[in-house]
């Protein structure tokens, strides 16, 4: 029985174990690179526009926007008193260029 209770030390094959350590480093170095590459997203809400760094920028762009979605409003619809609301979801590149405008709510 004492025997039994030692069991056979593992043996490593230093080749194998570089291999699988170059194998997982370029695995991670894969995921490093995606996850920089992934885009960035900024959700504008009261509370974010005291805390984020580019808060004005942001609210600057929204008020920007809805000042020209009023400038805009068609005539016939602000006689007949028709309004709503609108939630939508804007990407802007890096370079400040639009990169993509969803409408996710409109009224």
Known sequence: KPEEAKKAAPTFD??????????LEAELADEQQAYAKRPKIHR????????????WYKEDWRKKIERIGNLNYPEEARRQQ???SLRMMVSINRDGSLYEVLVLESS
């Not at 504008?44 to 808060?55: I, V």
């Open 14 to 23: 230093s080749a194998q174990l570089n291999s699988e350590i170059a194998s």
């Open 82 to 84: 028709i309004y709503g």
């Open 44 to 55: 504008l809400s009261a509370a974010s526009t005291m805390r984020d760094k580019g808060a």
